[in-house]
């Protein structure tokens, strides 16, 4: 018999399978891959790789234009293998037996695991019926539990909705741990909280590629803290973790990421025009948004979800035991054909089955 690491047969896996759908609106990945003239000239970009040579000098140029793009120093920011090998590392930093790490649920599903993974213990503090965060109460959990990490995703995935800056401000400003600031969907909302972390020594914000910039499969997030907790937190990376395609796709996406404003503001404004469609549907409620999908919640969620896989259009069903999301699905926003197709088979479905 093989003899695993203590805990490892019962660690939690990732409850997301990806599978290819027609219409995939599952994984708040951007249905559009990259615009023809960014592609273009990441092809370009990838021909002239020395692949025989370790990474070194596009890490720090992409490092140098998203700290030059923040006002920050090129120390300030780590780059990661997707915001996920971020916020591991995040939690591994922090965490350690007996060591408490405080987050809202619903939120991204993730945490839990990193923190089992960490050895830490997770203390979930639960949303509101309206999926709000009681900002107050969320603190004095913090302090009560003396959590080591607390975690926040801002905007939320997967209920959509947002704490303000000022309710971000307050919760950095009142709690001694280390507060990291999850912000995957930022674009989509558009006041993140970078600009705080001059202040707060204790605020650490994640930051993917994955979302606004349709770079999922090519896994590149990246963090902005203080100098001196990117110096401790990188001594949790390996050496080399991110690859030469990936810092050079990524560092010519982020040079064009003008290219990307129209497809931001398609995805705001048809996310707005399916969440009025779908609000009109008798018995659908659609939670408000800053992100890249809608979560719905209505009595035949489950069939529902079947009904659209059937059509080869794949959403995202939480399990009845996810806490706060009974009955609920997450819609990602695709392109206005996409969403008009997703619209009209849920409406069918629920009108006239
Ligand atoms: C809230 C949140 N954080 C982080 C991630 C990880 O994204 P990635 O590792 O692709 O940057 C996701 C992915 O869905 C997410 O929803």
Known sequence: MLNYRNGLELMPSYDGVERSYRI????????????PTVE??????????AFNRYPGEEYRSLVEQIAKNFAVDASQILLGGGSSE??????HAFGGAGRKVVFPQPSFSMYKIYAKAAESDAVPFNLDAQFDLDVDAFI???????ANLAVVCNPNNPTGN??????????AASIEC???????YVEFYGQSAVNLVAKYPNLLVARTFSKAYGLAGVRVGYMI?????????????MPYHMNVLSLATADIVYQMREEFVPRLQMIIAERERLAQRLEKISGVKVFPSNTNFLLIRLARAEELKNYLESLNIGVRYFAPTAFGLKNCLRISIGTIPENDEVFAAIKHFLEAM
């Open 162 to 171: 947002a704490l303000t800056p000022a309710q971000v401000e307050k919760i």
């Open 24 to 35: 995939k609106v599952n994984a708040n990945e951007s249905t559009l891959n990259l615009p």
């Open 178 to 184: 280390a507060f990291l600031l999850d912000e995957a």
């Open 140 to 146: 004095a959990k913090i302090r009560e539990v003396g």
């Open 40 to 49: 273009e000239r990441v092809l370009n970009r990838l021909a002239m790789i």
């Open 225 to 237: 803290a203080q100098a001196e907790v990117t110096r401790m937190i990188d001594k949790a990376f």
């Open 86 to 91: 971020i916020i591991e590392k995040v939690f």
